[in-house]
């Protein structure tokens, strides 16, 4: 900071308190380009009702910090100096209201732009006394005595304006344009017929440059410069480093400036905060744009409850360096690495399936690897070759179903040395389903093993069965169903016998039903029956020969 220096004895000049002022003024200035940046910022300046609510808002004091010349005109003694710039303090000591009308027709609305600038007015008019070397005792009014009135203050101020936009029917109005050298503080909406403002009407203009609440250093490391609402797409300027950005509303697109104006390092953060729909994140031109685990693209998705917060690298890109995200960055299908999971790897990987595949039509259809995890049906006619083991991690599902209706859907191995297997059992190199049953295949390094669904159940142990003449069906309770079919050819005058053994022994036969089919004639004819665990025992007496034909069902465990 540059001082005047003045001497005991010296004839003060006015250029010696003139340059003081100057000097100061240039040491504030960049101080505050130091804090701020060059670029406008402004301080307070809200936009606010009145006080009862009126069709008039308020705009609150507050200041706003913008490049201008060191001087435009003379400051007195001192020469103008437009070579130069500074980041120039104006301030707003005192509330100022503007006056709004609602639109003459009915279903229209119209938008109001409150803007903002920087201006350097000389002000405070007071008629000077001046030395009168004629008289010295009678001072001049005015200089030379002409008692005309010169300023006395060069202020810093802030120039407000309120611009009309064009009414039209409600949804359809837009908002003025920001004049050249002012920045937007806010947008009143006034509806056709509407008697009152209130702050549901008025909203901060789009990227408003606020200052950091509460002080600058204040907000290092603790807090957000600022809140920045974004209701429709649009480029953010570097007024939003170190901001905030909350998208305010669905389907807009939010585009980062250009890395190259960002110093390298300071950061922007985009939130979306809405119940439903999102915002999309965008580089700026050809800058790159990388987040998660070392993950690029174009532009990031943000969905409800979302953040992700940018830093540039102060040329040609922002890098993530913190995001709550639910998508985005994915890791890939198979990955069992550190990185972060997103709901849509947890999907595929473990709980629900990830999505669901129809096979209907007649024909051969090979699945691959992006099956894994899905729920495969089955149509009638319909092979299914599965993935082969090699290319999917072991521990890899699918699920297979086949319709109610399907007799003959089949699943088959795909090359020739995989297998497919039920229950730890059995080595298929294809597979019929039953109809409507379903299985969880999974891979076990060459092997599908079949787990889980009903088409393991049919095959358990547990429901073993022999679906023969003579059979049996067991059931997971121990239950044994059994049932034997035989003939024997019977003598004439002589007691016969007949065995049936059951194609299972039992441990314990609870009880046995029988029936036997003989020629009966006037011969008389008597059979009995003796049942145990290994088997029943037919005895016939006949006088005449003839052909014995019986059968017996048994339960027992």
């Not at 003081?20 to 307070?44: E, P, W």
């Not at 702050?199 to 603790?222: D, K, M, Q, W």
């Not at 002589?494 to 049936?500: F, Y």
Request: hydrophobic share 40%; proline share 5%; net charge neutral.
């Amino acid at each position: 900071m540059d001082r005047q220096i003045v001497y005991s004895g010296q004839v003060p000049q006015t250029t010696d308190l003139l340059n003081t002022n100057r000097q100061t003024m240039i040491a504030l200035a960049k101080l505050c380009a130091d804090l701020f940046g060059t670029s406008t910022v402004i301080s307070g300046l809200g936009c606010v009702p009145t006080t009862p609510a009126s069709m008039s808002v308020t705009v609150n004091p507050g200041q706003i910090y913008q490049l201008a010349n060191v001087d435009g005109t003379p400051y007195s003694a001192l020469p103008q100096d437009t070579a130069h710039s500074l980041l120039k303090q104006g301030i707003l000591m005192d509330a100022q209201s503007f006056v709004l009308a609602a639109p003459a027709t009915s279903g229209y609305s119209q938008n109001y732009l409150i803007q903002a600038a920087y201006l350097e007015s000389d002000v405070n008019n007071v008629v000077l006394p001046y030395y009168n070397s004629a008289n010295p005792s009678q001072a001049f009014n005015g200089p030379g005595g002409s008692g005309n009135a010169q300023p006395t203050t060069r202020a810093g101020q802030v120039s407000l304006q309120l611009v009309a936009g064009t009414a039209a029917a409600t949804g359809t109005q837009t908002t003025p344009a920001v004049t050249a050298g002012y920045v937007g503080l806010a947008v009143v909406t006034v509806a056709n017929g509407q008697s009152t403002i209130t702050n549901a009407s008025i909203v901060p203009y789009p990227n408003a440059p606020t200052a950091p609440t509460g002080g600058f250093l204040a907000a290092i490391g603790e807090r957000y410069s600022s809140i920045q609402n974004v209701a429709i797409s649009s480029t953010l300027s570097t007024a939003a480093l170190g901001a905030l950005v909350n998208v305010t509303a669905t389907g807009q697109t939010v585009t980062l400036p250009p890395a190259a104006n960002c110093p390298n390092g300071t950061s922007i953060c985009v939130t979306y905060m809405q119940a439903s729909g999102s915002t999309t994140v965008t580089r700026n031109g050809t800058d790159t744009l990388a987040f998660g685990q070392g993950s690029s693209a174009n532009s990031l998705t943000l969905n409800p409850g979302e953040a992700v917060q940018f830093v540039s690298n102060g040329v040609n890109g922002w890098v993530s360096a913190g995001q709550t995200l639910t998508t985005g960055v994915t890791p890939a299908q198979f990955d069992n690495s550190a990185k972060l999971a997103t709901t849509a790897f947890v999907q595929q990987a473990l709980g629900s399936f990830s999505g669901d595949r129809g096979v209907a039509a007649t024909g051969v259809f090979t699945l691959t690897p992006a099956d894994v995890g899905k729920r495969i049906e089955l149509g009638a006619g319909a092979i299914a070759t599965l993935p082969l083991c090699s290319s999917v991690p072991k521990g890899a599902v699918i699920f297979i179903s086949a319709s109610p209706a399907v007799m003959n859907a089949v699943i088959q191995r795909q090359g020739s040395n995989d297998t497919i297997a039920f229950n730890n059992s059995g080595a298929y190199t294809s597979y019929t389903l039953g109809a409507g049953c379903d299985v969880l295949l999974v891979n076990d390094g060459g092997i599908w093993r079949g787990h889980l669904g009903t088409e393991t159940l049919r095959t358990s142990n547990l429901f073993s069965n022999s679906l023969q003449s003579s059979g049996y069906q067991k059931l997971p309770s121990g239950l044994l169903f059994q049932w034997v079919t035989g003939s024997a050819a019977l003598a004439s005058g002589v007691q016969s016998s007949m065995v049936l053994a059951w194609p299972v022994a039992f441990n314990t036969i609870f009880s046995a039903a029988t029936r036997q089919n003989v020629s009966i004639s006037n011969n008389a004819t008597f059979i009995t029956s003796d049942f145990n665990n290994s088997g029943i025992v037919f005895y016939a007496n006949t006088n005449a020969a003839q052909n014995l034909v019986a059968t017996a069902i048994a339960i027992g465990k």
